[in-house]
């Protein structure tokens, strides 16, 4: 058992033989033991190079050198569902040495991908998505007449979406030949949540192998094993020997331990679910920043306190969106529906139906997976929905599949929806506010981390719609700035002279102060934290098109390519949107 992560990296000679799985079915069974010892080193002090999760990770070594050790891979094809529990299987996949530049630019990516290795069968970062593809796979090689083995390994929290009951559905109709691993470590970020979970943690454990057949995954004509302890390579390679001699869809339900073998974290599984990077002890510790998510945690406690219609809503992302206070406090008014972003817009429809005021707090690229929901069930309805919009822009390290850079595209064309686009934690609150108070659809979307005024006071102020906010009167160019860039937009419009406004709204758009700035102004400059394609820049475009005016129109934002893994900062600059790039671009084209 670790008690620390290791500073220096172990000594792990097991390890180092195994450059491919290859290397690995070389080993004698009782060697596994030793090289679990080894991985699990060699994991804890990787990460704590470079940060990132490791909790479920570590809870999947003993799966994941047995995976390897029976599959023919990258012939067989193994998919881990989200990708949070695949550190492991870089490591014996040809990436040990990588291992070191997760998360970095040109380094690897912080789940699977599968332009980096043919070992990676499917890129994941959302949930749910694993017996989708590998049922997928597993139909394709039989039409194919090929021989081939698909496993799909699914968390349980995981397990809690849709999605994968659809597929499992289907699995069962068409008969493929699919092994479906359960990852049974009782969490997801947070505790899971729910019937489903509570079925999984207790039902299951409790009753005896007979009494299995006529449960939940029998019934889905799934042939279930286990549960089994997941981390016991002398009980699992026997029983996952066996269960992959059939060519019938498989149900493997695994009992693991998230943090295993690191102490700490089996102590707490939520607060190391990820961890930053080990900095050296001669560097003094940053204080903490307040970040956007602390200052909405903030508001919604204190407003549910003065209005008992104020629920609040999360698909499993408690922690993250900073809802701790508000469940502890409110714990009746608190729904964490786990990883089921559908039902979480349309539950939320249901509240403002009967009229209370549903905040739903969610990140943007987890709202993409609950797009109908938006238009079919809140938007028409035009119901009374806050949308808190968390992690909207640029993420970081965590990449393109985390980002959320759509959300302006996909919202605004939705007719009447609100929304909004804070500069600092102070507009946030008044947003929030000014959203909840709004009849009918409303979004906030803000980035992630801390913006330019951690400090914001208490005071609300419910903003007038559609209005926005002047910042500085300069010469030819006219900046419009929506959302937290707008320090790097003033740095920008100091150093040209130009005319700075803190826009506030994408919709409805201020168009009377955009008829003001392009009749006195060569050019309009939009600048955000998102997609160019269809963001607030293209808005403005929409609107100038049919008035003829003279004046140009620059937009800034992402362009339209996939933008890999970096810090937030080094990624804003990459797209231009740092000082030094919002002027060199207005520069040139100003010619």
Not at 136 to 142: E, H, I, S, T, W
Not at 284 to 291: E, F, G, S, V, Y
Request: aromatic fraction near 6%.
């Amino acid at each position: 058992m670790f008690q620390q992560i290791p500073t220096q990296r172990p000594t792990t000679p097991l390890l180092d033989q195994i450059n491919d799985p290859a290397d690995l079915r070389r080993l004698n069974a009782d060697q596994l033991p030793q090289l679990a010892e080894q991985l699990r080193a060699y994991l804890l002090y990787s990460v704590g190079q470079t940060g990132g999760h490791f909790g479920a990770g570590l809870g999947v070594v003993e799966l994941t050198i047995a995976l390897h050790y029976l599959l023919d891979t990258p012939s067989d094809k193994l998919i881990w569902d989200v990708g949070h529990q695949s550190y492991p299987h870089k490591i014996l996949t040809g990436r040990r040495e990588q291992m070191l530049s997760m998360r970095q630019p040109d380094g690897l990516a912080p789940f699977p991908r599968m332009s980096e290795s043919p070992y990676d069968a499917f890129g994941t970062g959302h949930s749910s998505t694993s017996i989708s593809a590998a049922l997928g796979m597993a139909l394709a090689a039989r039409l194919q007449g090929r021989r081939q083995k698909t496993v799909a390994v699914i968390g349980d929290g995981a397990m809690t979406a849709g999605m994968a009951f659809e597929a499992l559905n289907h699995a069962t109709h068409t008969g493929g030949d699919l092994l479906v691993i359960l990852n049974d470590n009782d969490m997801s970020i947070s505790h899971n949540e729910g019937g489903l979970a509570n079925y999984i943690c207790n039902d299951l454990k409790n009753r005896t192998a007979g009494e299995q057949t006529g449960a939940l995954f029998g019934t889905l004509d799934f042939e279930h094993h286990g549960p089994v302890d997941g981390n016991d390579l002398e009980q699992l390679l026997p029983l996952l020997d066996r269960v992959l001699q059939s060519e019938r869809p498989q149900f493997l339900h695994l009992l693991t331990r998230k943090g295993k073998g690191f102490e700490p974290a089996e102590a707490d599984p939520v607060g190391y679910h990820a961890i930053g990077k080990i900095e050296p002890l001669d560097q003094r510790p940053k204080p903490k920043k307040a970040t956007f998510a602390n200052s909405f945690g903030r508001w919604i406690t204190e407003l549910a306190a003065q209005d008992e219609r104020l629920v609040g809503i999360t698909p499993a992302m408690r922690e993250g969106s900073d809802l701790v206070a508000f469940s502890q406090q409110f714990p009746e008014r608190y729904f964490d529906v786990a990883i089921a972003e559908q039902h979480a817009v349309t539950l939320a429809a249901g509240f403002a139906c009967e009229g209370m005021k549903p905040v739903v707090a969610i990140y943007s690229t987890f709202l993409q997976r609950a797009y109908d929901q938006l238009v079919h069930d809140v938007a028409i309805q035009d119901l009374d929905v806050l949308f808190a919009i968390d992690r909207a822009g640029l993420v970081g390290e965590d990449g393109a599949t985390h980002a959320g850079l759509f959300d302006i595209s996909y919202l605004r064309c939705l007719p009447g929806m609100l929304i909004m686009t804070p500069a600092d934690e102070q507009e946030q609150r008044n947003m929030l506010y000014t959203g909840y108070l709004h009849q009918g659809p409303a979004a906030v979307r803000y980035p992630r981390g801390s913006g330019s005024r951690p400090d914001a006071s208490d005071s609300l102020e419910q903003l007038e719609i559609g209005k926005s906010r002047p910042i500085r009167q300069g010469e030819r160019v006219a900046i419009l700035n929506f959302g937290p860039l707008l320090p790097a937009a003033a740095q920008a419009a100091e150093q040209l002279n130009a005319t700075l406004v803190d826009m506030r709204f994408v919709k409805p758009l201020d168009c009377e102060q955009i008829d003001r700035l392009a009749a006195s102004h060569e050019l309009l400059v939009s600048v955000e934290d998102h997609a160019i394609q269809g963001g607030a820049g293209s808005a403005v475009g929409e609107y100038l098109q049919p008035l003829n005016v003279s004046c140009q129109l620059l937009t800034l934002g992402v362009p339209d390519r996939w933008i890999e893994h970096a810090s937030r900062q080094a990624q804003l600059a990459e797209c231009g949107l740092d000082a030094d790039g919002i002027r060199t671009a207005i520069e040139a084209q100003l010619g």
